[in-house]
């Protein structure tokens, strides 16, 4: 494959015409080269890619580059380039062009390509781009499973303990951290040079059999070589079958049997979050210290907020930057941020601050503009203040100013909000405010389909009744009595149905707009109403609907005049909002936006496979773009029976700040408690319209790449119709200067917004990181968890442009070179067939392993094409804990609860080998629930949360767990809510007997 760094995306790369230079080192490529350049790995095996790590190129591989803003130039005036390459041999300028094999790099190379190699087929032999035999066949899994990387686990993790070799490794007792087959853990020690981690260790692992001659086996060093690890070696490393140097390869004579590896050496996921959890749970993590590395995602813990954001709104790839950007080139770890600015905060944990300054409106630097924050240095007894941002000196304005204590301190620095914490919000001017007016509440608009399907199945009446609760609980400021939110109906098929449901009518009144190619809205007043002072006529109308379409044969509907029609309506209004669409087929009557069926097959595991994931036509996109203009976000409940083409109707959603929900056949006594469930949260949750983010930073970086829900006019507003808690912003930094270990890295995220009672406000979170000269601070800085959600937006931004081999050799090319560098740079020598991992990333070839096993990057013929345009179109606005759990399920023994306890049980492994057939375990990825059964389940346990007297008489159609008063049951179900009370998508449950193709091989 091309030599590829970076992983980040490149929709806005554009090869330049007539400049030739070696394909560039960081980005996808561009969209329109299909094939691999001349000299190109090529991958091996229909599913599988190439061999990681082995280059066709002779020379070694530049670094990766900084690339440019979304939609933008380069600050310096080059042309919008993504990723610009490096400048060729003898040569000053720019280059571009991608055909060209790199036979020179203008760049020292900080890993050698050997290395890299060596690393490569390391992760190779760990099967972290193998998708050949072992992989269960599709045949073994039920039908209508979520995709497979939501189930099925990476390779087994390798502990900290030494294997030495023998013909067989025998599995260690079970334990109640990693369940039947697991070994007992003990937590890393510390190594002599202060970083974190277990001693060195090695592990024999038996890869496929290579081609040629059986290779020798890795054996750790023998005591009197110890000294050779050095005290510098760090965290995790295995020893692995191959001929590299040193090895017993170069013995003579017959090569000895080849060992199995125990799966229990493997990096647990589970032993690294218990034991986070058992170091930091359940204490006060303050934020006072800058570059600090927080909990991880899994461990719960009171976050107390001293000057840096709390990490449920910012957590990072790395919490210590390189100084330099040629140290960034060397390390490969991509530099990022995933921002979730309305996170939900616990009851326990103070919550934001309102600031208010009046007609002053929020204090601002003069230069940068970033607002007033801890980060700023007040100088001249109070007069003048520092910012931490660019440094410019600013003059304190006469209301805010205050003396200063003997440290410097502002006497008034633990009153104000904006000097002392990392999170709080201003009450913005009129400034802030379109066309300088105060906004106005948003509304709500909620449009049905009422096609004939939907009327049968009982779909339409179970919508309106539901309306009738949802419609009480409107969201409304925190000192309001009632809602602000006003509401309106529209039903549709091939044609709009607008209802007047204004207070004074006696009835409803509906008007038909048949003319969809050109929307208008035939009313104004009466449309948008308060629900309180209309509540009996919208109950009336409610009651109505199901009556009124009850003999309507309309199969046809549209899509695309629907949301014009809603958007048009608040546009009318001058008001921003949110239109909730319920939809169920194919749009295929006469308006824009009409769709076909495109589900073609034979596009999969094809270069144009990249097609199914985009939208049909460019009229979907120039809709959302609209849509984010004026304020009107969508979400979508789709309710399909056959292909709809999610791609082109999961645009709009995604890029206005909304969210589709899909019920694949839904069935009314199956499917409606989680729709309902769906429903409601969507309704009440925390949520503000109409935003734009910027994220400031201080000298010496900037942000290049954003993803998430989001639109960008230019390289730095992000526009986003609406933004809820559970939305994330992944974003990305590259150096365009030096920066200083002294004053560290800062940043800033700002959220424009208006408020669910219309009053205009600004959100603001600052984070402080830690800068260092060395390698080993990077990498002991890094969150596994926030690489991996970045590692995910980026490669699923580019599946729409990119052949997916292309995409997972990149994936695995970019682990290698991380470790390779880790492994050249912070480690002492060792045998070339130790694969060393760093402690913080001792888990990341796992995580890895599950992307690469995701339905979007992996074809597999049983996964629907919708479904996995819906899989990328999700993940592209999760936080770094939902993406946690989506990509690694977390997997529960329910044989080995205790009644009497209202802890969760400890997790086992996503693997099969951990399921036994006299256990009952339940299956958690954030979209779907499972309890699996083994054929020997303990009669008791059964009877106990089914009712029934044995294994046989389990109903595995079930999607509600039955209400039985058994201990076992209410356990159970106790657990089941815990889990889902944190996700933002009401989980599925199913039953499943037997059911193993989740798991890995």
């Not at 015409?17 to 229909?46: F, L, R």
């Not at 024999?204 to 110890?226: E, K």
């Not at 009672?757 to 800068?771: A, T, V």
């Not at 999700?874 to 939902?882: G, I």
């Given at each position: 494959?091309?030599?590829?760094?970076?992983?980040?995306?490149?929709?806005?790369?554009?090869?330049?015409?007539?400049?030739?230079?070696?394909?560039?080192?960081?980005?996808?490529?561009?969209?329109?080269?299909?094939?691999?350049?001349?000299?190109?790995?090529?991958?091996?095996?229909?599913?599988?890619?190439?061999?990681?790590?082995?280059?066709?190129?002779?020379?070694?591989?530049?670094?990766?580059?900084?690339?440019?803003?979304?939609?933008?130039?380069?600050?310096?005036?080059?042309?919008?380039?993504?990723?610009?390459?490096?400048?060729?041999?003898?040569?000053?300028?720019?280059?571009?062009?991608?055909?060209?094999?790199?036979?020179?790099?203008?760049?020292?190379?900080?890993?050698?390509?050997?290395?890299?190699?060596?690393?490569?087929?390391?992760?190779?032999?760990?099967?972290?781009?193998?998708?050949?035999?072992?992989?269960?066949?599709?045949?073994?899994?039920?039908?209508?499973?979520?995709?497979?990387?939501?189930?099925?686990?990476?390779?087994?993790?390798?502990?900290?303990?030494?294997?030495?070799?023998?013909?067989?490794?025998?599995?260690?007792?079970?334990?109640?951290?990693?369940?039947?087959?697991?070994?007992?853990?003990?937590?890393?020690?510390?190594?002599?040079?202060?970083?974190?981690?277990?001693?060195?260790?090695?592990?024999?692992?038996?890869?496929?059999?290579?081609?040629?001659?059986?290779?020798?086996?890795?054996?750790?060093?023998?005591?009197?070589?110890?000294?050779?690890?050095?005290?510098?070696?760090?965290?995790?490393?295995?020893?692995?079958?191959?001929?590299?140097?040193?090895?017993?390869?170069?013995?003579?004579?017959?090569?000895?049997?080849?060992?199995?590896?125990?799966?229990?050496?493997i990096p647990s996921p589970i032993q690294v979050i218990e034991s986070d959890r058992a170091t930091r749970g359940g204490q006060v993590y303050a934020t006072n210290t800058r570059g600090q590395v927080p909990p991880l995602v899994t461990t719960d813990c009171v976050i107390q907020d001293q000057g840096n954001a709390s990490p449920r709104y910012i957590r990072c790839t790395t919490y210590c930057f390189p100084c330099t950007s040629d140290m960034a080139k060397q390390a490969q770890i991509p530099l990022a941020a995933v921002i979730k600015p309305f996170a939900t905060i616990p009851s326990n944990e103070t919550p934001l601050y309102l600031v208010n300054h009046g007609e002053n409106g929020p204090v601002r630097c003069n230069r940068c503009k970033a607002y007033m924050c801890p980060f700023m240095q007040f100088i001249e007894g109070g007069r003048r203040y520092q910012c931490g941002f660019c440094s410019c000196v600013n003059d304190v304005p006469p209301f805010y100013f205050q003396h200063l204590d003997h440290i410097g301190r502002r006497l008034d620095h633990y009153e104000k909000p904006e000097l002392s914490l990392g999170s709080y919000e201003f009450v913005a001017t009129l400034d802030y405010c379109r066309k300088n007016k105060p906004p106005s509440p948003p509304a709500f608009i909620f449009m049905i389909d009422v096609s004939y399907s939907n009327i049968k199945n009982g779909l339409v009446k179970l919508i309106c009744e539901e309306l009738k609760t949802v419609l009480e609980k409107l969201p409304k400021e925190e000192q309001e009595e009632t809602s602000a939110i006003r509401v309106g109906f529209i039903t549709y098929n091939k044609v709009l149905h607008f209802f007047n449901v204004k207070s004074n009518?006696?009835?409803?009144?509906?008007?038909?707009?048949?003319?969809?190619?050109?929307?208008?809205?035939?009313?104004?007043?009466?449309?948008?109403?308060?629900?309180?002072?209309?509540?009996?006529?919208?109950?009336?109308?409610?009651?109505?609907?199901?009556?009124?379409?009850?003999?309507?044969?309309?199969?046809?509907?549209?899509?695309?005049?629907?949301?014009?029609?809603?958007?048009?309506?608040?546009?009318?209004?001058?008001?921003?909002?949110?239109?909730?669409?319920?939809?169920?087929?194919?749009?295929?009557?006469?308006?824009?936006?009409?769709?076909?069926?495109?589900?073609?097959?034979?596009?999969?595991?094809?270069?144009?496979?990249?097609?199914?994931?985009?939208?049909?036509?460019?009229?979907?996109?120039?809709?959302?773009?609209?849509?984010?203009?004026?304020?009107?976000?969508?979400?979508?409940?789709?309710?399909?029976?056959?292909?709809?083409?999610?791609?082109?109707?999961?645009?709009?959603?995604?890029?206005?700040?909304?969210?589709?929900?899909?019920?694949?056949?839904?069935?009314?006594?199956?499917?409606?408690?989680?729709?309902?469930?769906?429903?409601?949260?969507?309704?009440?949750?925390?949520?503000?319209?109409?935003?734009?983010?910027?994220?400031?930073?201080?000298?010496?970086?900037?942000?290049?790449?954003?993803?998430?829900?989001?639109?960008?006019?230019?390289?730095?507003?992000?526009?986003?119709?609406?933004?809820?808690?559970?939305?994330?912003?992944?974003?990305?930094?590259?150096?365009?200067?030096?920066?200083?270990?002294?004053?560290?890295?800062?940043?800033?995220?700002?959220?424009?917004?208006?408020?669910?009672?219309?009053?205009?406000?600004?959100?603001?979170?600052?984070?402080?990181?830690?800068?260092?000269?060395?390698?080993?601070?990077?990498?002991?800085?890094?969150?596994?968890?926030?690489?991996?959600?970045?590692?995910?937006?980026?490669?699923?931004?580019?599946?729409?442009?990119?052949?997916?081999?292309?995409?997972?050799?990149?994936?695995?090319?970019?682990?290698?070179?991380?470790?390779?560098?880790?492994?050249?740079?912070?480690?002492?020598?060792?045998?070339?067939?130790?694969?060393?991992?760093?402690?913080?990333?001792?888990?990341?070839?796992?995580?890895?392993?599950?992307?690469?096993?995701?339905?979007?990057?992996?074809?597999?013929?049983?996964?629907?094409?919708?479904?996995?345009?819906?899989?990328?179109?999700?993940?592209?606005?999760?936080?770094?804990?939902?993406?946690?759990?989506?990509?690694?399920?977390?997997?529960?023994?329910?044989?080995?609860?205790?009644?009497?306890?209202?802890?969760?049980?400890?997790?086992?492994?996503?693997?099969?080998?951990?399921?036994?057939?006299?256990?009952?375990?339940?299956?958690?990825?954030?979209?779907?629930?499972?309890?699996?059964?083994?054929?020997?389940?303990?009669?008791?346990?059964?009877?106990?949360?089914?009712?029934?007297?044995?294994?046989?008489?389990?109903?595995?159609?079930?999607?509600?767990?039955?209400?039985?008063?058994?201990?076992?049951?209410?356990?159970?179900?106790?657990?089941?809510?815990?889990?889902?009370?944190?996700?933002?998508?009401?989980?599925?449950?199913?039953?499943?007997?037997?059911?193993?193709?989740?798991?890995?091989?």
């Open positions: 494959m091309s030599q590829q760094g970076y992983v980040a995306t490149p929709p806005y790369s554009q090869s330049q015409p007539g400049i030739d230079s070696p394909p560039h080192y960081g980005h996808y490529g561009d969209p329109s080269h299909a094939t691999s350049p001349p000299g190109v790995m090529k991958p091996v095996g229909g599913l599988g890619a190439a061999a990681p790590g082995v280059m066709a190129s002779p020379g070694p591989p530049p670094p990766g580059l900084q690339h440019l803003g979304q939609n933008g130039a380069h600050a310096s005036g080059h042309s919008p380039q993504r990723f610009p390459g490096p400048p060729p041999v003898n040569s000053t300028a720019p280059s571009y062009a991608q055909h060209q094999p790199c036979t020179q790099s203008s760049y020292p190379s900080p890993v050698s390509t050997s290395s890299v190699a060596h690393l490569g087929s390391q992760l190779s032999q760990l099967q972290i781009n193998n998708y050949g035999s072992g992989v269960p066949p599709p045949s073994q899994g039920p039908p209508g499973p979520p995709p497979a990387a939501s189930f099925q686990a990476p390779p087994r993790p390798l502990q900290t303990s030494i294997l030495q070799p023998g013909s067989q490794v025998l599995p260690p007792p079970p334990t109640t951290l990693n369940g039947p087959g697991a070994s007992s853990l003990s937590p890393p020690g510390p190594r002599q040079d202060g970083l974190p981690g277990p001693p060195p260790l090695g592990a024999q692992y038996q890869p496929p059999p290579p081609p040629g001659p059986a290779l020798g086996v890795g054996y750790p060093p023998p005591p009197h070589q110890a000294a050779h690890y050095g005290p510098q070696m760090a965290g995790t490393q295995l020893s692995y079958s191959g001929g590299f140097a040193g090895g017993a390869a170069q013995m003579a004579g017959p090569p000895p049997p080849p060992k199995k590896l125990d799966p229990d050496s009518l006696a009835q409803p009144q509906m008007l038909v707009v048949t003319d969809v190619g050109e929307v208008f809205v035939p009313l104004l007043d009466g449309f948008l109403v308060n629900y309180q002072e209309s509540q009996s006529v919208i109950h009336n109308l409610l009651d109505q609907i199901p009556e009124l379409f009850a003999d309507s044969n309309e199969n046809e509907t549209v899509f695309v005049p629907v949301i014009q029609a809603g958007m048009e309506a608040l546009k009318e209004a001058e008001c921003p909002g949110k239109l909730y669409i319920f939809h169920s087929s194919l749009p295929t009557a006469e308006a824009p936006g009409k769709l076909k069926n495109r589900d073609d097959k034979k596009l999969v595991n094809t270069d144009k496979e990249k097609i199914l994931f985009q939208p049909q036509t460019s009229v979907y996109d120039s809709l959302a773009k609209d849509c984010v203009t004026h304020g009107c976000s969508v979400t979508i409940f789709l309710f399909p029976s056959q292909y709809v083409d999610v791609a082109s109707l999961g645009l709009v959603p995604q890029l206005t700040g909304g969210t589709l929900y899909k019920y694949n056949n839904f069935q009314m006594h199956l499917d409606s408690q989680q729709f309902l469930n769906d429903l409601r949260h969507d309704i009440e949750k925390k949520i503000g319209f109409d935003a734009i983010m910027r994220v400031r930073t201080s000298t010496g970086f900037r942000a290049t790449d954003f993803f998430g829900g989001i639109f960008m006019n230019n390289t730095t507003d992000v526009e986003m119709a609406a933004i809820d808690c559970d939305k994330a912003v992944t974003v990305e930094f590259k150096h365009d200067d030096k920066l200083s270990e002294d004053s560290g890295a800062l940043l800033q995220c700002a959220v424009l917004y208006t408020t669910i009672g219309g009053q205009r406000r600004l959100r603001i979170h600052n984070l402080g990181l830690s800068c260092s000269s060395q390698l080993a601070d990077l990498y002991k800085s890094c969150e596994t968890d926030a690489l991996i959600n970045f590692f995910a937006k980026s490669a699923f931004k580019a599946v729409l442009h990119q052949p997916l081999k292309v995409i997972r050799e990149i994936l695995v090319n970019q682990t290698a070179h991380m470790l390779a560098c880790y492994r050249k740079n912070c480690a002492s020598p060792s045998a070339a067939s130790q694969l060393i991992l760093p402690d913080s990333m001792k888990i990341l070839p796992v995580y890895m392993n599950c992307l690469l096993k995701n339905c979007v990057l992996l074809s597999r013929p049983e996964i629907s094409t919708d479904e996995r345009a819906y899989q990328r179109q999700l993940v592209m606005t999760m936080s770094v804990a939902d993406s946690q759990l989506f990509f690694y399920p977390q997997l529960l023994p329910i044989h080995t609860l205790d009644v009497k306890s209202t802890t969760l049980p400890a997790a086992v492994r996503c693997s099969e080998s951990r399921l036994s057939e006299e256990g009952v375990f339940l299956l958690a990825n954030g979209l779907n629930m499972f309890l699996w059964l083994g054929v020997s389940s303990p009669p008791e346990l059964i009877q106990g949360i089914f009712n029934v007297p044995s294994f046989a008489h389990i109903n595995t159609d079930m999607t509600l767990l039955p209400e039985v008063g058994s201990p076992h049951s209410h356990q159970l179900r106790m657990i089941m809510s815990m889990i889902q009370r944190k996700r933002p998508y009401s989980m599925k449950e199913k039953s499943n007997k037997q059911w193993k193709s989740f798991s890995e091989p």
